[in-house]
């Protein structure tokens, strides 16, 4: 739930083609939901993205470590998801706008098969 907007959301994860995207719902009641214009990101050569997370992460201090509930300033959102076509779980780090529903991959972190693995697992 984002206090300054009134909206709960929900991301959903799923493919068109080969292309693996992830789409934000919008709800002000939590009972009607309304999908997003355009996907909240999406990556070509991925497949089907399953079971997608998506939460704010801000670095306090070394003392209080994350607090995920944050979302202000200086705030970085982490996107992970499940890839249908490797078994695996693999994460970005970047920035969210909440007015476009958009969300972009820092530079520095790399996007898709090459992204950051969450585990090592199978079957995520």
């Known amino acids: 739930f984002n206090k300054e907007d009134g909206y709960w959301r929900m991301l959903v ?3 068109r083609k080969n292309r693996g995207i992830a ?7 939590f009972k009607k939901w309304v999908k997003g214009k ?8 991925t497949g089907m993205w399953e079971c997608p997370d998506f ?3 801000f670095v306090t201090d070394k003392k209080n470590g994350l607090d995920f509930s944050y979302d202000g300033p200086n705030a970085k959102h982490v996107l992970k998801v499940s890839l249908d076509l490797t078994r695996y779980e693999y994460y970005t780090l970047g920035t969210y706008d909440t007015k476009k529903d958009r969300y972009r ?4 972190t790399p996007d898709g098969w090459d992204g ?3 585990d090592y697992g199978n079957y995520y």
């Open 105 to 108: 991959p820092d530079g520095y």
């Open 38 to 45: 355009h996907p909240n990101h999406s990556r070509k050569k």
């Open 13 to 15: 994860g799923s493919k």
């Open 116 to 118: 950051l693995r969450f």
């Open 55 to 57: 939460f704010p992460v």
């Open 23 to 29: 789409y934000m719902y919008k709800s002000r009641d």
